[in-house]
């Protein structure tokens, strides 16, 4: 893994420091090189013409669509900013977005994203960019209307496992909570023919919660806390999340916190490198 500095203007974040307890994966929308995603961040202005301070502590390199420079990049790991600061990258549209962006730590895997297939064979991303073919993965399932994805590089998660590990060390983020523990939880199966309360031990013991991201009361009553939490069972893990919004630590997806967006989306080998973790 190569770390490299290259740090946002200081009015393009906010150079102050928080606790952290959460880790955030974002993917870019664009091209392989995280040097140019963290420049596009230095440029981004809202209306007024001030900085959105908009982006992530780190960026992750990525292969070459169009093979002119080799793949030199994957796996490339970019330093925006010293991690104890915070940006507006989750860009979430509740009161709760400023608290939620400075508890937590976001890295972008720099990737396309979702892409459409053509009549021809062809895959291309939104923005109209021809993605070679071995750079495509077919999910097995849709993931929010997409089943082809410009592929996270082998390179790009072992990057993502180190980095992963070595903050949550530093931070001492736990991150047997978030996506691991959604990842687990994905795979259960209802218990049948149990009474109610017998139901409620078994989802709180198992982290079905309510949709405050809170334990359920043990009391035999099917209420609807309770409902929202048995719709949880066998929910794909990087869909919206109570636990997420209300500020739950660990490891989380962009998508746990925002239901209109595609990072990160559910590749195998990144949820297998998750589980590890």
């Given at each position: 893994m190569e770390n490299v500095l290259h740090r946002l203007d200081e009015d393009s974040y906010y150079d102050e420091p928080h606790p952290k307890d959460a880790i955030f994966l974002h993917h870019s929308g664009s091209f392989h090189r995280p040097d140019w995603l963290v420049g596009s961040w230095d440029r981004d202005k809202s209306e007024s013409t001030n900085k959105i301070r908009y982006g992530a502590a780190f960026a992750i390199g990525g292969k070459d669509v169009v093979e002119k420079s080799g793949n030199s990049w994957d796996g490339k790991i970019i330093q925006a900013f010293n991690p104890e600061c915070w940006s507006h990258s989750l860009s979430i549209k509740t009161k709760s977005n400023t608290f939620l962006n400075q508890k937590s730590i976001s890295i972008e895997i720099c990737s396309f994203g979702p892409l459409e297939l053509t009549l021809d064979g062809r895959f291309f991303s939104d923005a109209k960019i021809l993605i070679p073919e071995d750079q495509v993965i077919e999910l097995g399932d849709p993931y929010r209307g997409f089943k082809y994805f410009h592929k996270y590089s082998y390179k790009q998660i072992d990057s993502l496992h180190i980095l992963i590990k070595d903050l949550s060390k530093r931070f001492e983020i736990d991150l047997a909570k978030g996506l691991k523990k959604e990842i687990e939880k994905s795979t259960l199966k209802l218990p049948q023919d149990v009474p109610t309360e017998k139901l409620q031990k078994w989802l709180n013991r198992n982290g079905f919660l309510d949709d405050r991201g809170e334990k359920l009361i043990e009391n035999g009553i099917l209420d609807q806390k309770t409902k929202f939490a048995l719709e949880q069972i066998g929910k794909n893990p990087f869909s919206i999340?109570?636990?997420?919004?209300?500020?739950?630590?660990?490891?989380?997806?962009?998508?746990?916190?925002?239901?209109?967006?595609?990072?990160?989306?559910?590749?195998?080998?990144?949820?297998?490198?998750?589980k590890s973790l």
């Open positions: 999340n109570a636990s997420a919004l209300n500020g739950s630590g660990g490891l989380w997806s962009h998508s746990n916190v925002r239901g209109d967006v595609f990072d990160v989306f559910p590749q195998p080998d990144l949820i297998e490198m998750i």
